[in-house]
């Protein structure tokens, strides 16, 4: 499993999180912690570096479907979710705690 540290530069301002995954050959599963709920989440790889996961996010407003795409390089990752209409850019690097 990798655990990563990560910022979501939402329109309400910078949201810290954690984000964790685990890859079963090209298919992956995780858990993106932020806002206060842990997102459960799944996809899989688009490439050596990059993958492209579905799920939902809890707000204030209730769960959104959000589809996310992912580049990782060396121990960091970035990308965006889109998420009801909107890109939310993402951006993290991968915990010490690993």
Known sequence: MERYDIILDSPLGPK???MT???TDD???GTLSVLGHD???????C????IAVH???RTLFGALPSEVTLQFEGGTVTGAAKV???T????GVKSANN
């Open 88 to 91: 939310i850019p993402m951006t």
């Open 27 to 29: 298919q992956v599963s």
């Open 21 to 23: 995954l685990t890859y």
């Open 55 to 57: 799920g939902s996010v």
């Open 84 to 86: 009801s209409g909107q």
């Open 47 to 50: 490439g050596a570096d990059q």
């Open 39 to 45: 997102n459960p989440f799944s996809g899989e790889r």
């Open 16 to 18: 810290p999180g954690t």
